[in-house]
């Protein structure tokens, strides 16, 4: 099924409705999925359309703030699996968010229902280097993370 959609533009329904589109991530054109929960119906809410506007409207100025709470995550990890005492080439020392950025990659965008949170709510999803099967996600609160973890924190 499709939608046209005046906000989100030309939309699939597969169980959630999506579309692949592009977006600058630190000077780079990449190829993301944004991903809007939503029923069959394709009816979205007014806050979902606020939060997805808001986050695009402020991606060039928001983006590069991502790197340090993914690095902080990483070390967090790291530690708690005891890769900081024992090595594994999956989990190198990382120190700096340019290291951390060669070791992600932007996935997806994810609009989710709105209500759940106050605020504008939405869920940014990477593939990362050292784990492959769960990715790293953030919740953003009115553009701010405010969680980081497995890719499903961000859904």
């Known amino acids: ?5 005046p906000i989100f533009g ?22 993301i ?20 506007q808001s986050l695009m ?10 790197l340090q709470p993914i690095l902080e995550y990483y070390k967090e990890k790291r530690h708690e699996l005891g890769y900081d005492i024992a090595i594994d080439e999956n ?4 120190e700096t ?3 951390i950025l060669e070791m992600i990659s932007l996935d997806s965008i994810v609009v989710p229902y709105a209500g759940i ?7 940014v999803l990477f593939k990362c280097t ?3 099967e769960n990715g790293v996600g953030l919740r953003l609160l009115d553009e701010k993370v405010t969680e980081v973890g497995y890719q499903d924190v961000a859904n």
């Open 91 to 94: 989990y190198p020392l990382v």
């Open 33 to 52: 999925a944004l991903i809007i929960k939503g029923d069959e119906d394709g009816e979205f809410e007014e806050d979902q359309y606020k939060a997805y």
């Open 10 to 31: 030309e939309l699939d329904y597969d169980y959630i409705w999506s579309k692949d589109t592009n977006i600058n991530f630190f000077g780079k054109e990449v190829e």
């Open 57 to 66: 409207e402020n991606w060039d100025e928001l983006h590069p703030s991502f």
């Open 1 to 5: 099924m499709k939608k046209n959609d």
């Open 117 to 123: 949170y106050e605020g504008r709510d939405m869920g």
């Open 130 to 132: 050292w784990d492959v």
């Open 97 to 99: 968010t340019d290291k």
